[in-house]
């Protein structure tokens, strides 16, 4: 008997973002890198952030709807050190 897995599936990949990754690199057909923006997703649904390792934001590419998950990009963090 065959399973209930269908190939076609709904369900999105979510890829692990790079350190600093900041563009998509989710090549198309012909190869060529996406290299949208990609925005962290503020509410994310909860079936993707619980596929997701805890302390870790969901990104999206704003040209192809990529997913991406990594640690959250910090902003300028604040220092008692100078340049
Ligand atoms: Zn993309």
Redesign the pocket.
């Known amino acids: 008997m065959s399973t209930e897995l269908k190939e076609g599936t709904t369900e999105k990949v979510i890829v692990a973002a790079k350190p600093r990754q900041t563009n ?1 690199d ?1 090549k198309d057909v012909k190869g060529k890198p ?1 290299w ?1 923006f990609l925005k962290a997703w503020t509410n994310p649904p909860s079936e993707l952030t619980r596929k997701i390792p805890a302390g870790e934001v969901l990104y999206r ?1 704003q ?2 709807l ?1 997913l991406y998950h990594g640690k959250p990009i910090r902003h300028v963090q604040r220092s008692t050190e100078r340049p």
């Open positions: 998509c989710q996406c949208g590419c040209t192809c990529a």
